[in-house]
C-alpha cells in the first residue's frame, strides 16, 4: 500500500474543505488561487528564534526576560502596573545554569541588563514571616562582565540541605540602575517560581503566608506562557503582562510595542501618566477614524462594553457594505469612522434602543434578552455590522496552533450528524497574496495577528502601512506611516501578552460546571485543549499544550445573532468560535460585563441563551439544567 506524504495529506484536505466553502465573495486574489491549497504560516523552513529552555551534558539552561515592578508580588497595589519609561533601560535577561538535574552542584545566576547596576540584589527561598516581600537567602550579585551580573545558589534554605531535583525556589532579582537617563534608580522584579530539575511553572500562595506552590497544569491554560495567581489585587492589569516564559528576544520589542499600544496618534501622548510624548507618532491619524489609539478601544487590553443608549459608538467597529455581499459602500467604505481630524465624520452610529425577548428556563426561572437597535447620523448604510472589541491575550498562542490541527476539527457537511458544521474561511495573505487560513476576527477575516494589527491602524484610525496603504473607501494609496519595524513591535507585544491561569480547581461547583459544559454540547465548539505547532519564530509560543476553547471556526449562531452583512465568505450568521479563556476575568478588567459580538449579553447566562443554529442543541440543554447546574456551568466559565 502506498502512504501519501504528511504534507500532501494536508493539501487534500485543506482542498476538500475549501470545495465546500462558498467562494464567491472573497476578494478577486482569492478566486484566482482557486482550489489551490491554503498555504501553512509556518514550516520547517520558518527562521526560529532560540529555545529559552536548553539541554547541555552538564546542566539544563533556561533563558527568560523580565522586567522592573513598583513593589512585590504580594503587596496590594504595586506589582503589575507599569511604571514610567519602562520602555528604557528596564528590561533583563535572566538565565538559569542548572547542573543539580545532571548530576552537579547548585544553580548558577546570570543576568544581563541594558544599562549599569548597582549591586543588584537576588533573592530566593521565600520566607515572608515579617514581611510579604521577604526571602530567605538575599544577596547582590557580582558584576563578572559589563551588563552582566551572577551568583549562585547551592542550597535550600528551606529544607536545610544541598539543593535537590524537585526543589521549589521562588526568586526575584531587583535591578538598582545607577545613572538612568530619565526615570527613578531602583526597581523590583518579578517573582517566578524555579522547580529544580523542572523549570519556571506558573504558581499560587497557599496558606495564611502564602507560600509558593506549583499550579496543576491543568491550570495552565496558556501552556507555559500562563500567569502565576494575582496577589495584588490590580484587577484591570491582568491582561497587560508579559508571557510567563518570555524569551530574552521578545521583552524589549514588547515594552516598545506596548509603548504604540498606548500612544494617541493624533497628539503622540501617552495614554499612561506621566510618560513623555511620542512625537515621532503624532499628527498621524485620520482624517477619518474610530479611536485615537489602540487602547482607547482595548481598555485595559479586555472586552469593550457597549456605550449607553444615545452615545456615539468610539469603542465599536461598524462594518458596512452596499449590499449583503460586503461591497464596499460607495460613500463609506468597509467601516464607518465617526470621528475626523479636519472634516465632518463620515456618519456616527448609536444605540436608539434594544428590544427585549423574555422566556424562561425549564424550571419557570424568567429571564431577558436585549437585541440593540442602531440609529445613524449622516450617511445611514442599509447593511451593517457592529462588533466590539475582544480582549487580546492569547492572539500568539492561536496564531501558532497548526493549519491541520483546525482544519482536522472541522466538518463543514456535517457527516457525523450532530448538528456542528463548523468550518474553515480561506483568506488572502495581503504581505505574499497566498490563500492562508482565517483565525482572527469575529468572522476569522485576518490569518496573523500583524495583518489584523495592520488592518486596524487603517480602518479604525487611519494610519498606513505598507500592509494597508489605501486609506478606507479612497481609491489611492497614501504615504507610510507606520513602519514594518513598529509592526513588528506591536506585533511582538500582543502576542507575548500572558495567559492567566485557572482558577478555584477544586471546588466542587465548578467541577461540576465543567463536567456539564462538555455534556451540553458547549465543548463541541469551544474545543478545551489544543498543542501549538513547534515552528512559530517566537519561542515562548511552540509546543505549547493550551487551553483556548475555541476551534477557530465558522458557525451558523441562526437568525438571532445574524446581521445583514456577509464578509468574504462568511454569511451574516456565521461567527468563528470566540476563545473562552480568561472570560471569567472579565468584570475585573473591562468593569463590567459585556459579551457576543456586539455586546447585547450582559452575563454569560444571556451569551449562551442568544445561541442558535448550531448552538441551538447546548442552548437548549442550558435551559434545561435545574437552578443549580446552571449555576456550575457559569461557576465553571467564571474560573476560565
Sequence with gaps: MNHMPAEWLFRLSAAILLSAVPCAAEPRAAIELGPAAIVPLFDRKTVREP???IQTSDAVIT???????????????GYDHFLSWYWEERTVTIELVDRVLKGGAGVVINITSLAPLNKPDFRCFFRGINTPAEYHHNVATREVAPLRYSTTITFNNLTGRPLAVGDRMEFEFSPFLVAPRVGRKNYYGTAMLYVVGRGIVPWHGVGERLQPEPLPESAWLGGRTTLPYQYSKEPTERFKQMAGNMAPASA???????RLHHTDFGTGAHSDQPNPTFSAQSDKLG???VARSC???????GRALAPQIGSPMYQTVVKVAADADGTPHPKLGTALQPQATTERPEAIATISDYQTTRGTFADGTPYTLRKPRYSFQGVVPKHFSVRLTPQLVGLGLLESISESTIIAGADPSDTNNDGISGRIRAVTDPETNQLRLGRFGYKAGQARVRHQIAAAFNSDMGVLSKLYSRPDGEPESGPVEIEAAQLDQLNRYLSTLGISARRNLDNPQVRRGEQLFAATGCAKCHTPQMTTGGFHPLAELRNQSIQPYTDLLLHDMGAGLADNLGEGSATGAEWRTSPLWSIGLTRGVSGGEAYLHDGRARSLSEAILWHGGEGNAARDAFRKLSHDDRESLIAFLQSL
Aim: include cysteine; charged fraction near 35%.
Design 63 to 77: 533563558r527568560i526576560a523580565d522586567r522592573v515592578r513598583d513593589r512585590h508580588a504580594r503587596e496590594p497595589g
Design 51 to 53: 529555545d529559552t529552555t
Design 287 to 289: 482624517p477619518r477614524f
Design 295 to 301: 487602547i482607547a478601544c482595548h481598555v485595559n487590553n
Design 252 to 258: 524589549q520589542k514588547f515594552m516598545l510595542g506596548r
